[in-house]
């Protein structure tokens, strides 16, 4: 008895500190965006942006997509947030020049090569200097 309490207080606490690591990483994802949008103002929403450079695509840890095009920086929010990872590569499958939120976007283990999971864009929101 004193073996299964003992084994339950130690499995909720181990879960307990999960969920603090995801709300810290959660934080630090909204942190790191506020600061490259400083100073900006949002626009209008577009399915798809012209994203020649593939170099300046930055994923940020359970936030978001970014697209830095020099003036305006391209923010999508995924539907599950909590999919993106730095540590895992991001496959996108495009049709042509254009990044669209209907593109087809997978993860995958740096490490291991094995598919982790598929992402979904949502619109693609311009933020600009005033």
């Avoid at 990483?25 to 577009?46: K, Q």
């Avoid at 593939?54 to 305006?72: C, K, N």
């Avoid at 995958?108 to 094995?114: I, M, N, W």
């Amino acid at each position: 008895m004193k073996m299964t309490l003992f084994a339950v207080t130690a499995a909720s606490l181990a879960l307990a500190g999960c969920v603090h690591d995801r709300a810290a990483a959660d934080d630090r994802g909204e942190a790191r965006l506020a600061a490259m949008l400083a100073g900006r103002v949002a626009g209008e929403p577009r399915s798809c942006v012209s994203a020649y450079d593939s170099s300046r695509l930055q994923i940020i840890d359970r936030t978001a997509v970014v697209y830095d095009a020099g003036s305006t920086i391209w923010v999508s929010r995924p539907s599950d947030p909590r999919s993106l990872d730095t540590r895992d590569i991001v496959v996108i499958e495009r049709t042509g020049s254009q990044l669209c939120k209907q593109d087809v976007i997978r993860t995958v283990d740096r490490t291991g090569g094995f598919a982790t999971g598929v992402i979904f864009l949502g619109d693609f929101v311009p933020y600009t200097r005033p």
